[in-house]
């Protein structure tokens, strides 16, 4: 007899008296627990340095009160524990549904609903997905960015707007998603052994049209975005891009005053569709100088190309994600080149996980760009008082954690903490240019 035929009829059987007669057509294999055990151990570290932060960092003193340290650890720590939470909540639901056999006789059902459709029973095991997910999702979700920032004094959105832009943000979920889970599966049926290729190469081309596009496509759906008016703001702006030796047309001001009162501004976009925003309570709350080192801040991460550095990245993290997520799958599903509607469950815990092991890392690529540009915004404006100001100022109005536990800081920060970013600033030197 064929060892390999002998084999899989050995894991069928297994999974048949397993599953308490379903017969299943995936088995959990060692992808699966390497891919588990480090996502789990690495949530787990996670949860255990928030019920044990620790003390106060020596550091952190020279720049915080500790009244402030420990306002900053309450803000945050109900949320890191929610995220957490629905980790959890999402890994036990997917994988109960994977290897319990559900994910199987659900997708059959749906098959026989569209009269055994192949698109069809896609298509409907992806909304029962989706939906499930969004459903578990909620109470967190409407808990964390609406009940707790009310409670902060940071939003001052209503109930009202906030399920707009919940209900807003799901159905463009729900487009992209489902026009994803189409493209995959045309991608498998039509490349059986390659499209993993094609579907880093797809991914990698949707991340450059996705930044190119959101700022001037999507973005605008939820905010306005004005060009600066303040002359006093125009006349920096044209100033520091003369030193930074960049050319900016303008800057553009977000009405996000209309939902927080927290703070912030972003750099986004490439080519033509390149910005800087800021937001409107970032002019209302903070010094002109203070907004001086934002701007100079955005402006390094456009001299530094760091978009471009990001996408490169994504690109490189494409090829091994894609290629590593064909494997498991092929060594997942019992028959091979099979890719039935629930494989899509089998993308979704794939992603979960993934997303928690790469964390360290894409955390750490952030945290370098960030740093980069907070020393070459110092290196233009010559001004690390106010610099070192807006970080102090920004970190106790926004209830930062300024003292995390070096795991946690490690492990999710896309920024280094507040004591790191000064130190950083108040290191650099005026000898060089920009």
Not at 125 to 151: K, T
Not at 240 to 263: H, W
Not at 362 to 380: K, L, N, P, T
Request: proline content about 4%; aromatic content about 18%.
């Amino acid at each position: 007899m064929d060892i390999g035929k002998y084999n899989r009829i050995k894991d069928e059987l297994f999974y048949f008296n397993l599953c308490g007669g379903i017969s299943l057509d995936v088995r959990f294999n060692k992808g699966w627990f390497l891919l588990m055990f480090f996502a789990v151990g690495f949530a787990l570290l996670y949860l255990w340095y928030l019920v044990f932060p620790g003390t106060e960092n020596i550091e952190a003193l020279r720049y915080f009160q500790r009244e402030e340290i420990s306002q900053g650890r309450e803000y945050i720590s109900l949320l890191r524990f929610m995220s957490i939470g629905c980790f959890f909540l999402e890994l036990l639901f997917l994988v109960g549904l994977i290897f319990s056999g559900w994910a199987q006789t659900l997708a059959k059902k749906m098959q026989k609903i569209t009269h055994n459709q192949v698109w069809g029973g896609r298509v409907l095991f992806f909304i029962f997905l989706w939906l499930s997910l969004r459903l578990l999702r909620l109470p967190f979700s409407i808990f964390s960015s609406y009940y707790w920032e009310h409670q902060w004094g940071f939003s001052v959105q209503s109930l009202y707007s906030w399920w707009q832009d919940y209900f807003l943000g799901a159905g463009l979920e729900l487009v992209f998603m489902l026009l994803g889970v189409t493209i995959l599966f045309f991608i498998i049926d039509r490349w059986k052994k390659m499209w993993w290729l094609v579907g880093a190469i797809l991914t990698s081309v949707w991340l450059f049209v996705q930044v190119l596009l959101w700022p001037v496509v999507i973005s605008p759906i939820f905010n306005e975005f004005q060009p600066a008016k303040d002359p006093e703001v125009i006349q920096m702006v044209e100033e520091l891009s003369k030193k930074a030796e960049i050319k900016i047309d303008q800057v553009l001001i977000m009405d996000a005053s209309r939902r927080t009162n927290s703070a912030n501004a972003y750099f986004t976009g490439l080519g033509s569709t390149k910005r800087i925003v800021l937001y409107d309570t970032l002019l209302r709350d903070y010094s002109l100088d203070e907004v001086k080192a934002v701007v100079a801040h955005e402006m390094a991460h456009w001299k530094h190309k760091h978009v471009l550095q990001g996408l490169l990245w994504g690109v490189v993290g494409n090829l091994f994600l894609w290629f590593f997520l064909f494997v498991l799958l092929r060594s997942t599903f019992l028959k091979r080149n099979y890719y039935p509607p629930h494989t899509w469950a089998l993308v979704l815990l794939f992603v979960l996980l993934i997303s928690y092991v790469g964390s360290p890392i894409e955390s750490y690529i952030s945290r370098r760009m960030e740093i980069e540009a907070d020393q070459m915004a110092v290196a233009i404006t010559e001004d690390v008082p106010a610099a070192v100001r807006l970080q102090i100022n920004l970190a106790v109005k926004n209830f930062a954690d300024v003292s995390p536990p070096p795991f946690i800081e490690w492990f999710s920060y896309s920024h280094p903490s507040a004591p790191k970013r000064i130190q950083y600033i108040e290191a650099v030197t005026y000898d060089s240019k920009p």
